[in-house]
RNA sequence: GGAGCAGAUUAUCCUGUCGCACCGGUUUUUCCGGUGAGGAAAGUCGGGACACUGCAGAGCACCAUACUUCCUAACAGGAAGGUUUCGGGUAACGCCGAAAACAGCCAGUGCCACAGAAAAUAACCGCCCCGCAUGGGGUAAGGGUGAAAAUGUGAGGUAAGAGCUCACGCGGAUGUGUGGUGACAUGCAUCCGGGGUAAACCUUAUGGAGUGAAAGGCCAUGUAUACCGGGGCUCCGCUGAUGCGGAUAAGGGCUGCUCGCCCAAGCCCGGGGGGUAGGCCGUAUGAGGUUGCAGGCGACUGUAAUCCGAGAUAAAUGACAGGACAUGACAGAAUCCCGCUUAUCGAUCUGCUCUGUUU
RNA sequence: GCCGUUGUAGCUCAGGGGUAGAGCACUUCCUUGGUAAGGAAGAGGUCAUGAGUUCAAAUCUCAUCAACGGCU
């Protein structure tokens, strides 16, 4: 598969899951940031399964909170090859939830460091939550 | 030439790499090709299409609209016109521009703070008459208050005055002539002249069921029990019986109310198939766009040719690099159309205002 | 996406054409050895914004903005 593509199966659609997902989740927070994630059940079509949302409370035009959707979406595709390649090892599936808190409009370079950040983070929680 | 305001039109382009949604091909997990937000997609303010639900009927209530004619599927939209008001201009008209929720306070009711004598059948001061005076009466010319105080000018008239009378105006009602499809304009006759307010209640005229794609239809899964039909169910009469006819009425339904109409609980039998999660349809060829011709002052209509231009369902257009002088404004489709309103960088055009220079 | 409600003092709310109010909170003073309670006085408002109707608008009408609620 290639590594730089971002196909449905990868993202999380599914509105019992995404109910799950903020109800039983666990989170962490880098700053600007609210990551919710959560350990699959069940095998899910793709080893990660991702969620991005911005709220309306803080962006109230929609086209703010698409270009940040797009920028947050752009930074996972283009960093995700860490996390699939433990995941991939390890064989169990992983849930992720990325709600973008700031209150202000980022640039693309700093919301690369973030997501940077995050995946590392996410990385260090799932080796210990599976171990 | 510059600045400002208002309106109209337009809404950056190209190349490379990686990536997203849909369609088609190839084929079975890859590759190729095509298409991919707006003039407002926004606000959800009007009006429809479409869909389901409801509906015996009448009256009242409620809601909407409100100069005329036309356009439109329809509208609180548009076009052309009328009237009034405001501004410019003129000696004055004519004229030019802009705006108007522009039916009716001559149907009724209500309200009009403060001030003022009085805010709607008005007597405080003043004026005049009677009277020694207190006081009584007449009077809307003059004063002052107020947003608003009783049709203007002149003459007659009178104790003083007053549409009290007359002339010419002003405003209105009724009848009628002329022009106009009509709003209306204009002429004549008669009558009237005690305000404003209907975005106060209201009157008149016209129109008006409700809910919105989370509507709704189908499929698969499949069970509470909604719903439907029959039986049964209060009293009386007729009949041998089945059955038929009548009466009573709590309650419920029919748009909020009234009249009026309709239904008949629980229980048994049969039919039937709700919710949740999912898939398909609805769903993008339409009151469609472009161009030509014809009709019309115009909005618009007719006709011929030609084109197909997003379609997701947690929701697709992005990121990076480079170039053209630059990062470009407001802003992101969710059933679809027609309007309205609001937002908007730069450029172009039109109109108005101010100002500089040249002739 | 569709439907609806509300914006008035720092907070919670009245007022529905005629000089903007109540309770709590705030400030000063009295009372007390001191504090609280109590009493007296005071300050604080673009009535969300912009137009319109009216002599006069928080109130009536229209537009805009903001906040909130309901429908899966």
């Not at 399964?49 to 911005?54: E, N, R």
Request: proline share 5%; glycine share 4%; aromatic share 10%.
């Amino acid at each position: 598969m290639n590594e730089q593509r971002f196909k449905k199966e990868e993202r999380l659609s599914h509105k019992k899951d995404i109910t799950l997902l903020f109800s039983q989740g666990k989170s962490f927070f880098v700053t600007g940031y609210l990551i919710k994630w959560k350990i699959a059940g069940n095998p899910l079509p793709s080893p990660v399964q991702v969620l991005i949302t911005v709220p309306k409370r803080n962006f109230k035009k929609a086209v703010d909170r698409n270009t940040i959707k797009r920028k947050i979406k752009e930074a996972y595709r283009n960093n995700k090859k860490p996390l699939y390649e433990l995941i991939l090892q390890k064989g169990v599936h992983l849930q992720l939830g990325i709600v973008y808190t700031g209150k202000r409009m980022p640039t693309y370079n700093e919301v690369e460091e973030k997501i940077l950040l995050i995946l590392r983070q996410a990385k260090k929680e799932y080796e210990k939550s599976v171990s």
